[in-house]
C-alpha cells in the first residue's frame, strides 16, 4: 500500500518541529544580533540630535546645575557651605541646560547668573530634568527646599508640553523616600497623591518584581557576574532602548507625526499639573519662599506645535494661578526670537532634522537671563540688596 | 521564585540535568527538594505553611482509605476541608472579614478604624491548597487510591512548575508521570523549550509592557474617561492578563514537558471564544473544571460521574442534574466562590457574579441560538462574547465597587464616545494587540497546518520566529513585575 504523496513531507515538517536545533540556530541569531548593540547612549538625549549639548554649569569644581538625582545632595551641600546670603533655586526642563548649536565656551542661564549674582551674595542652583512634569518639579522643590539652609527664591519654568504627562520618573521617585519631603507633601492633597504612587523604593527597579524577596539577592549577583563576564549581557539596556526609540520613530513615521505636530492638551494630566504648582507655591509659602512662575520663551518663527487657544488658555491659568496663590508671574514668550533657536533630530524614520522648540542657542540663553533677572528686579528687588 | 530571572534559568538547568541522570527516588528527592527550594526562594518562612498542608492531606487520606466507615471517613474528610480551607481563610480573607465586620459596627456608632493584621499572602496558597483538596476528595469519593510514598506525594503536592500558579492537577494527570520517568525525547524536550521561551517572550515583552499603560489608565482620575477610554482600558487589561497568565502556563506546561511529563492545556485562545460557556472551556481550563467537580456539581445536587470529569475544563454537566432552579441556585455560588477565590475584595465578587449571569442568559436563549445557522452561531457569538468578557476586566482591575460601578457607568454617556481622555498611544496599542492576537490565531489554525506540507519553509519560518522571540526576551527578560496569578 503506498503513502500519500505528501505524507513524507508532512513528516519531515512534522519531525521539524520536533528537533531541538532550530531553536538553537535562532538563539545563535538572536544573540549575535544583540551584540552588535555595543555603543553605549544616553537616551534621555538622543532626542536632541547632534546639533545640542548638555551643559551642567559648576563653580570651583562643585556643581550648580544638575539633572541627576545622585548629585543633587552635593549641589545643595556646597552651595550651603559657601553660605550665601541668598539662595535661588530654579526648576526646570532640558530647555534649563541644552544649547543648540552651541560651541566649547557657550554657557547656559544659569552659569551667566551665577556669575553676575554670586559677587552680590545670592547663589543660583538649578534642578533640570528632561521633559520635567509639574509633579517632578514639585518633588525637585520640596527636597531642595528642606536641605537649603538661605533659600529666598523658587523660579518654575511652566513648559505647557510638559503637562501633557504626570507621573514622576522612576528615577526620582527616591526623592519620595525622603523624610522632610514626605512630610511635607503628606500636607497637601496633591502630595498625598504623589506619594501614593511610590510605596517602596527599591535600588534597583530592575529587581522590582523580587522586594523583599530571597531572590532579589540571587538575582542580583547573578546579573552583575553575567554583566562582568558576558559583554552581550550589559548590552541589553542599550538594546533596549534603541528598540523603543527606533519602535517610537516608526509610530511617528506611520502616524506623519513631527516636531511641529500639534500636540492637544489632555484635561487629566493639565489639571493634575496646575494642582502639582498649587501644592508647590503653598509649600514655598510655608517655608517664607518667593516663587517665579513664568512661561518659558516659545518659538514663534514657525507655527508652535500647540493649538493657539489652548495655549493662551495655559498662559491666563499660570497667570490667575499666581495671582490667587500670592506668587509672582513673568511671561518669557516672546524673549528669544525665531532665528536664535535650531534644529532637532528627526522624530521619524529617515526624516530630516525639524524644528527644535524647546532648546536654543547660547544667544537665547544670554536673553533668557537678563529676562529672568529683569523680571526678579522689578517684582523681588530684596534679591539682591 | 520567580519564571522571568535569571535564577529561575539557572535553577531549571541544574534540575533539568539531575533529573535525566539521577535513578527514581533520588530523583524524587530531588524534585521534592527543588521544589521547596523553589518556593522558599520566595520567602522561606512560608514552606511550613505549605508543608502543614500537604502532610495534612497525605495522612487524612491513608486514614480515609483505611477504612469503610462513612462517619468515619466524613470526619476525616472534614478534618482536610478545615485545615486547609482555614489556612486560606486566615492568610485570604481575614482581614476582609475585618474590615466588613467594622463596616457593620460602624453603622451602629463604632468609630475606632478596624485593626491592620498585617498578615502577608502566602504564595500560591490558593492553588496549592485546592490541589491538596482535590486529592483528598477524590480518595473519599474513591476515585482514587491515596498515595503511600510521602516523597511521591510531596513531589505531586510540591511540583514547582505548577506549585504557584497552577495548572491545578489531579493526581492521576501527573503522579504517573512522576513515578515512572518517561524516556527522553528531542520531540518532548523541543516542544517544551520552545513553550518555555514563547512563555518568557509573552510575559517579559508583552505583558510587561502593556502593564504601565494598563496602570495609569485605571489610576486616573474617572472624571477624566470617556466611555471609549473604558473599552480601551478593558481590552488593555484583559490583553495583559491574558498574556501574563498564559505566559506563566505555557513556562509551567514547557518545564514539565522538558522533563517529559505531559501537563492538561490551561488555554486554548479563549478570546476567540463564541459564547460565555465556550470561554470558560478555554480559560484557565484546570481552575474551571475543578470548580465543576469539586463545587458545581456538588451544590446542584448532580450525581458525580467519574467517567465524565477531569481538567476537561468549563461548567458542563457530568450528567443530567436536578430541578433548573438548583441549577440556577447552584451556578450563582460557584461563581461569587470562584470570584472570592481571586481574591478579598468584593470586585471579585461582583466578577464572578458577571460571569455567572453571562452563563444564564446564554443558557436561557438556547432556544432562539439553536435557530440559528453555524457560522452565524460562530462569529456573531463571537462578536457580542468578545467585549462582554473585556468587560469583565473592568472590576478584575477596579480599586474598589465605586471605582467599577463609575467606570461601568461611562459606557452610558453618548458624550463618551466622541472624546479620548488617555495618552494616545494607549489606543494604538490596543489596536494592535488586537490586530497581533487576531493574526496568531488565524497563523496557528489556518498558516502553520499549511507550512508544515512544506519542510524548508517551514524551518525557515520557524527559525526566524524564534530569532525574534529568543532576541526579544533576551532584551527583555528582568523580573520588574511578578505574574498576576501570584497575588491570588
Redesign the interface.
Known amino acids: 500500500m503506498t503513502e500519500p504523496a505528501d505524507a513524507g513531507s508532512a513528516r519531515t515538517a512534522q519531525s521539524a518541529e520536533n528537533r531541538v536545533w532550530p531553536t538553537v540556530i535562532a538563539a545563535f541569531v538572536a544573540l549575535l544580533l544583540v551584540s552588535l548593540f555595543d555603543e553605549e547612549e544616553r537616551f534621555d538625549e538622543l532626542a536632541l540630535g547632534a546639533h545640542t549639548i548638555s551643559r551642567f554649569a559648576t563653580y570651583e569644581g562643585s556643581p550648580i546645575h544638575t539633572h541627576q538625582v545622585d548629585e543633587i545632595d552635593a549641589v545643595l551641600k556646597a552651595s550651603n557651605e559657601r553660605s550665601p546670603t541668598k539662595q535661588v533655586l530654579w526648576l526646570g526642563n532640558s530647555m534649563l541646560h541644552s544649547i543648540n548649536r552651541a560651541s566649547d565656551d557657550d554657557e547656559t542661564a544659569t552659569a551667566i547668573l551665577f556669575a553676575r549674582w554670586q559677587p552680590l551674595g545670592t547663589e543660583l542652583l538649578t534642578l533640570s530634568f528632561p521633559n520635567a512634569t509639574m509633579p517632578e518639579l514639585l518633588t525637585g522643590y520640596v527636597y531642595a527646599a528642606s536641605r537649603l539652609e538661605n533659600l529666598q527664591v523658587a523660579m518654575v519654568q511652566l513648559t505647557f508640553d510638559d503637562f501633557r504627562a504626570a507621573d514622576i520618573r522612576a528615577g526620582l521617585q527616591p526623592l519620595l523616600q525622603d523624610g522632610a519631603t514626605h512630610d511635607t507633601l503628606e500636607t497637601s492633597p496633591t502630595g498625598r497623591e504623589l506619594l501614593k504612587t511610590q510605596t517602596t523604593v527599591v535600588e534597583d527597579t530592575e529587581l522590582a518584581g523580587l522586594r523583599d524577596t530571597v531572590q532579589e539577592r540571587s538575582e542580583k549577583q547573578l546579573n552583575e557576574w553575567l554583566g562582568q563576564y558576558w559583554p552581550t549581557w550589559s548590552q541589553r539596556p542599550t538594546a533596549r532602548g534603541r528598540l523603543l526609540s527606533e519602535l517610537f520613530r516608526l509610530r511617528n513615521t506611520v502616524f506623519g507625526i513631527n516636531a511641529r505636530s500639534k500636540r492637544p492638551l489632555r484635561e487629566a494630566t493639565y489639571q493634575q499639573s496646575m494642582a502639582a504648582i498649587r501644592a508647590l507655591v503653598a509649600a514655598a509659602k510655608t517655608n517664607g519662599t518667593t516663587v517665579l512662575l513664568y512661561v518659558p520663551p516659545l518659538r514663534t518663527d514657525v507655527d508652535p506645535p500647540y493649538i493657539a487657544a489652548e495655549y493662551d488658555r495655559f498662559q491666563q491659568d499660570v497667570r490667575r494661578l499666581a495671582t490667587e496663590e500670592g506668587a509672582l508671574f513673568a511671561n518669557f514668550g516672546d524673549v528669544v526670537p525665531g532665528p536664535l533657536w535650531g534644529m532637532i533630530a528627526a522624530a521619524n524614520v529617515g526624516g530630516e532634522p525639524d524644528y527644535d522648540f524647546m532648546h536654543f542657542q547660547q544667544a537665547g540663553h544670554a536673553l533668557l537671563a537678563d529676562a529672568v533677572e529683569n523680571a526678579l528686579r522689578v517684582q523681588r528687588p530684596e534679591t539682591f540688596e | ?2 519564571f ?4 529561575f534559568l ?1 535553577f531549571l538547568c541544574v534540575v533539568l540535568l539531575l533529573y535525566w541522570t539521577l535513578p527514581r527516588r533520588a530523583r524524587l528527592w530531588m524534585l521534592f527538594i527543588a521544589s521547596l527550594t523553589f518556593y ?5 518562612e512560608y514552606l511550613p505553611v505549605m508543608l502543614g498542608s500537604a502532610v495534612t492531606d497525605y495522612l487524612v487520606s491513608l486514614r480515609i482509605a483505611a477504612t469503610e466507615n462513612r462517619k468515619r471517613r466524613r470526619r476525616l474528610l472534614l478534618i482536610s476541608l478545615v485545615v486547609n480551607l482555614g489556612l486560606l481563610f486566615y492568610f485570604k480573607y481575614l482581614q476582609f472579614t475585618v474590615d466588613n465586620v467594622w463596616v457593620g459596627l460602624r453603622a451602629l456608632g463604632v468609630v475606632t478604624p478596624p485593626p491592620i493584621l498585617d498578615i502577608i499572602l502566602p504564595l500560591g496558597i490558593s492553588f496549592y491548597t485546592f490541589q491538596t483538596i482535590s486529592y483528598t476528595v477524590d480518595v473519599y469519593r474513591k476515585q482514587t487510591e491515596p498515595l503511600r510514598e510521602f516523597v511521591l506525594y510531596g513531589c505531586f503536592v510540591t511540583f514547582f512548575p505548577q506549585l504557584v500558579a497552577g495548572p491545578v492537577l489531579r493526581l492521576a494527570e501527573v503522579t504517573p508521570q512522576l513515578d515512572r520517568r518517561p524516556k527522553f ?3 518532548a ?3 517544551g ?2 513553550r518555555v ?1 514563547m512563555g518568557l517572550f509573552l510575559k517579559v515583552v508583552v505583558a510587561d509592557n502593556l502593564s504601565p499603560f494598563v496602570d ?1 489608565g485605571f ?3 474617572v472624571a ?2 470617556g466611555a471609549i477610554d473604558v473599552w480601551t482600558l478593558a481590552f488593555m487589561f484583559g490583553f495583559q492578563i491574558y498574556c501574563d497568565f498564559s505566559a506563566y502556563s505555557h513556562i509551567a506546561l514547557g518545564c514539565a514537558k522538558m522533563m517529559g511529563i505531559e501537563f492538561p492545556e490551561n488555554f486554548n485562545f479563549p478570546y476567540a471564544a463564541s459564547s460565555p460557556k465556550d470561554f470558560w472551556g478555554r480559560w484557565h481550563i484546570s481552575l474551571s473544571s475543578w470548580i465543576r467537580d469539586y463545587l458545581y456539581l456538588p451544590l446542584s445536587g448532580a450525581r458525580f460521574n467519574v467517567g465524565k470529569t477531569g481538567s476537561t475544563g468549563g461548567l458542563q454537566d457530568a450528567v443530567t442534574e436536578k430541578r433548573s432552579d438548583t441549577r440556577t441556585r447552584a451556578l450563582f455560588l460557584t461563581w461569587a466562590i470562584m470570584g472570592l477565590w481571586h481574591g478579598a475584595n468584593w470586585t471579585f465578587v461582583f466578577w464572578g457574579v458577571y460571569h455567572a449571569v453571562c452563563v444564564f442568559v446564554f443558557r436561557a436563549t438556547k432556544g432562539a441560538r439553536v435557530r440559528l445557522g453555524p457560522r452565524l452561531r460562530r462569529w456573531g457569538g463571537w462578536a457580542i462574547t468578545l467585549p462582554i468578557m473585556m468587560l469583565s476586566w473592568i472590576p478584575f482591575r477596579a480599586r474598589d465597587l465605586g471605582h467599577t460601578f463609575a467606570l461601568y457607568a461611562k459606557l452610558f454617556q453618548p458624550g463618551g464616545y466622541v472624546r479620548l ?3 494616545e ?1 494607549i489606543y ?1 496599542i490596543a489596536a494592535l494587540m488586537m490586530m497581533a492576537f487576531g493574526a496568531t490565531y488565524f497563523a496557528s489554525t489556518q498558516v502553520v497546518p499549511r ?5 524548508a519553509l ?2 525557515t519560518v ?10 526579544l526576551a ?9 505574574f498576576i496569578y501570584f497575588q491570588f
Open positions: 521564585m520567580i522571568n530571572s535569571v535564577t539557572a522558599g526562594f520566595w520567602r522561606w525525547t528531542q520531540t524536550f523541543a516542544g523549550l520552545r521561551l495609569a489610576e486616573q482620575d477624566t474617561l481622555g488617555m495618552r498611544n494604538l507550512l508544515r506540507r512544506s519542510p517551514f524551518y520557524e527559525t526566524a520566529t524564534m530569532v525574534i522571540v529568543i532576541g533576551f532584551i527583555f527578560l528582568r523580573p520588574i513585575q511578578q
